[in-house]
């Protein structure tokens, strides 16, 4: 191809990938290194309005033919933060190179060393320097950002978190490519802001230390009945229930089920309640209880026990009920901490180790209390007043004045430290300390100890859109030394709008399918319909099939097996010319598919198409072109096959009544099935009429008058003969057009033809078993007995035939050995019933040394004895 139709090629389809209104303006060929490979590129500048770019395609075929050889790598549009390296293609480091530069990213390209691409480099780096100042030159209003809105259509947006650009990371094989299902997780978690509401919950919380008490005379309305609506969710502490030190010593963990029936009777009555969960350790349990209403809305609940006490014992620590309501993780913990004043470091660590120990497994992931949207930790948590002057009388004459009070609490003090509880809230306290009272009355401890009243039962929580309605105790129950304590909130727990994501869902889902298209390997394939039209037997026919890699990432390919019970890329005929490869960015392959129908393939073809109608191009086989880490790419084969007598069955030969050339496949197929055979011309051979197919008899007799004499008539090794092969060609026409003219065959390519027939038959002349042939190989009765008893009249006669043929054969030609006959023509005429073995590739006639022997034996055992008696005598019975 001239230069000019060169340019002119490119011209014209570079033309075609842009839109009216948009103008090329200069084209240049010029390429990049990557790594120790040369990419081709093709530099377009084109103009818009008042506005230009540069743009870099890939290339898959040069010059490209058609827009899909094309493939947008680069847009660089031609603003403020455009230029030219000055020194580069002007011979200060190279002077085939040049570099551009766009928001400070240099990309360096490179032209070939002729006369013509320094021509062509030069006009086309002229052109971009007066884009450059016709950009400066412009007015203002030229520089917005909208005015290179044209440049959209061919570049993704410049926005890190969008999908539609494609992945550096993965291009750069410094991440692999995530799974479908994985990306759209992550792309739907990203959006979670645009489907996610947020739903009211009314959550009622309650601690009291029983101190031992049974439940038989409490009643609990008091406690848990005191708001005017239903809570939607109760979370219901307590400590020490029944804690005696058999308890203590066997971490009692069985649910004290009567107190949970007076939690459950003391609930609101103005709704239905199920106990969610309930858990026990020792003295501490805790009952969960929700709206039946709400009920089906939650999941995954779990329970945990975390022991603080001396050796773990369950005497001091915390329990814990996790659960999922729609879309926000709540998570409500009862604790009871180190006992006494001066225990602040240890109600510190059990604090810690509450928070590092508790954790809720469902066997898949441990979540930790810190891993829920709302958090409620209640319970004894045992922090005291203290202060030189704090007593009971100080209490009391503070008792109006709870915020002074309060800043004698430790928890208060250690809260500030930030040593314990941080970034939980708690309500102002606006009641009385808790503890501790004379069992049964409103009066402090008037026991020898006197202890100091203290706020020891609190109710603590952490979180987002959580607000508190009331923080209050419950004087009315006395029979403890500590008054119950409760809070209920206005939660406002996450909600998927289904509406809403429904939306976000279908927009996720074209999202990953572009990151998917966008960062996986892919190849471009010419056409995926190859039509190899009229074939026909012993003729190889090919057809180029172009791939192409125009993604930015490198491909690497290979013809794959439909499945995994078919261990053949293809069928037997097709040959692939490249099986599997590498494509980097930019390049192409030509990969030639050739078929050659010849003897083993030719009766698995008229199988294969039984049913097609003469004239009809019908699907020959499907190669799957498989793209690693990529979609898989189905090429389809069609061609229409012409049958020829190679390949068709002795009992259907027997049946024509016409050449095979006149016949259709489907009714070459058809005459499987009739039982009657066609008379045919009767042939005579040393004075006998036969019934055997004319086109076997054909090649005999026609071999008979011109090979006689013939050295070396048939080689062993026929691959390295010297057969021609269009005579072969000649050969195959005249006898599937029952010519009447001579016979155009040669001596050598007559014996091919003949062996090259025997071996296309779809079933083997002699049929035996390897062990039949073992036993009579050596006694020429036996063999008789065998013949006789396994092969079919057509197939016996067919064989005496050629035995008989190939005895005069060598009486007549001394050159030619029994030995090479009996090997060759016993690998081909007998075979055993067993399917060939898949080790030696395509030829249904492969062996292995010890059958050869075998079979050569069986051959060599007829041909050296008096075959001639026992042929007539069977030829006659015919």
Known sequence: MNSSNHDSIIIRTVTQKFREGESVLA???????????????????????????????TVSRNPPESISDLT???????????????????????????????????????????D???????HFLDNLKNLIASYHAAPEQAHSVSAFDWLRYYKPADDSSSLLAIDRSVADGSQALKTRDAKFREELERRRHEYIVYEPYHVYTATWNVNGQTSETIELP?????????????????????????????????????????????????????????????????????????????????????????????????VGVSFQLNEALFCFVNTHLAAHTQEVERRNDDHDEIIRRMSFDNGFRMRAIDEHHHIFWIGDLNYRLEGPDVSQEYVNRKDRDYNQLYHHDQLYIEKRRLRIFRDYKEGKILFPPTYKYNPGTDEWDSSEKSRTPAWCDRILWKGQRMELL??????????????????????????????????????????VDKYENDNQP????????????????????????????????????????????????????????????????????????????????ASRMLSKLKDAQAGVKVPLDILVLHVENGRDIFITIFGEYKPSCFGVSLDTLMKLNKPVSEYAIHELVALNYEEKLIDL????????????????????????????????????????????????????????????????????????????????????????????CIVSSDNFERCKELLRAKLKPVNRLVFLYICFFLQDLRMANSSIRIETLAGLFGRILIRSQLPAKPDFGNSIYAYTEGERDQRRKFMMTLLNNNLRDFARQEMSSQ
């Open 27 to 57: 084209i240049l060929e010029a390429y990049q290194i990557v790594g120790n490979n040369f990419q081709n590129r093709l530099l377009v500048t084109v103009g818009s309005s008042e506005t230009a770019a540069l743009i870099c395609f």
């Open 72 to 114: 947008i790598g680069t847009v660089f549009p031609i603003n403020e933060s455009f230029f030219i390296n000055p020194d580069s293609g002007f011979g200060a480091v190279s002077n085939r190179q040049f570099t551009v530069f766009s928001e400070n990213q240099p990309t360096t390209y490179y032209y070939r060393a002729t």
């Open 116 to 122: 013509e691409a320094s021509a062509a480099k030069d």
């Open 222 to 318: 008091e406690w848990l009945a005191t708001t005017d609506s239903p809570p939607d969710i109760y979370a219901v502490g307590f400590q020490e229930i029944e804690w005696t030190p058999e308890k203590i010593l066997m971490n009692e963990t069985k649910i004290d089920r009567t107190w949970v029936d007076k939690v459950m009777s003391g609930l609101h009555k103005g709704a239905t309640y199920i106990e969610l969960a309930s858990i026990r350790l020792v003295g501490m349990m805790l009952t969960v209880a929700v709206k039946s209403s709400i009920y089906p809305r939650i999941s995954g609940c779990l329970t945990s026990a975390v022991g603080t006490g001396t050796l773990k014992w369950g005497n001091k620590g915390g």
């Open 470 to 511: 009331r923080y209050n105790s419950v004087m009315q129950l006395r029979k403890s030394d500590h008054k119950p304590v409760y809070a209920d909130f206005k939660v406002d727990a996450q909600t998927r709008d289904q509406e809403k994501l429904k939306r976000v869902s279908e927009e996720v889902l074209k999202t």
């Open 522 to 601: 892919q190849i471009t394939v010419e056409q995926t319909d190859l039509d190899f039209g009229l074939i026909r037997f012993n003729e190889k026919y090919s057809r180029e099939l172009l791939v192409a890699n125009n993604c930015h990432l490198p491909v690497h390919f290979r013809f794959a097996c439909k499945d995994d019970q078919n261990s053949q890329v293809c069928e037997n005929f097709i040959h692939i010319s490249h099986r599997s490869g590498e494509l980097l960015t930019g390049n192409s392959l030509s990969i030639r598919i050739d078929i050659l129908v010849d003897a083993p393939a």
């Open 681 to 772: 011309v009767g042939d005579e051979v040393g004075g006998n009429h036969l019934r055997l197919p004319r086109e076997i008899w054909r090649l005999v007799d026609n071999l008979r008058k011109m090979g006689s004499q013939t050295p070396q008539l048939f080689n062993v090794n026929r691959k390295l003969g010297q057969v021609d092969a269009a005579n072969l060609l000649e050969i195959r026409d005249w006898l599937d057009s029952w010519s009447t003219a001579d016979f155009p065959g040669t001596a050598h390519t007559t014996a091919e033809a003949l062996l090259m027939m025997l071996e296309a038959l779809p079933e083997p002349v002699v049929t035996i078993s390897e062990r039949e």
